[in-house]
């Protein structure tokens, strides 16, 4: 639990009232990733596997079981009150404390696929389109060469 940072336990919070991240993001106004962000390193530092499970191991550790998943954010108004004042208390960028993050290259790569519309996004099709013409014009040609040659052997 020490190990989480200030801006995770409000994302936290918010997530054990069963907020999604756009909700969270919109209700401390930081931004949708930067709330992923949290979520996902206080996942890491719990040892979840889910946000659920996070939201739950947070909620026990944190003595804060009476509240469950789903409940209203008026229920608890300190969390949004809290975290809205430690982010006027900011005053300049080098306030911003700096959280290293692991790499997770699986979740990456799944948020990559969810940016392109899928497992095939615009952008791969048409490489695969590409390369497929190009594969197609030297077979073509290929064989006009072939064609050529047997022609020439044949006349000659």
């Not at 940072?5 to 756009?22: E, H, N, V």
């Not at 026990?60 to 975290?83: C, F």
Request: glycine share 8%.
């Amino acid at each position: 639990m020490a190990k989480l940072t200030a801006k995770q336990r409000d994302c936290l919070d918010l997530a054990i009232l069963g907020k999604s991240p756009r909700e969270i993001a919109r209700i401390l106004d930081i931004s949708r990733s930067a709330v992923d962000q949290r979520l996902l390193g206080a996942r890491r530092l719990l040892g979840a596997s889910t946000r659920e499970e996070t939201a739950l191991i947070y909620a026990k550790a944190s003595g804060r079981n009476d509240l469950g998943l789903g409940d209203s954010a008026e229920d608890d108004p300190d969390i949004t009150t809290r975290a809205k004042d430690r982010r006027s208390e900011l005053s300049s960028p080098s306030d911003f404390e700096e959280v290293p993050i692991a790499h997770d290259a699986e979740a990456e790569g799944s948020q990559i696929r969810k940016d392109f519309g899928g497992d095939w996004g615009r952008a791969q099709r048409i490489a695969i389109i590409v390369i497929l013409a190009v594969g197609i014009l030297a077979i073509v040609l290929i064989g006009l060469s072939v064609s050529q040659s047997l022609s020439r052997l044949f006349a000659g």
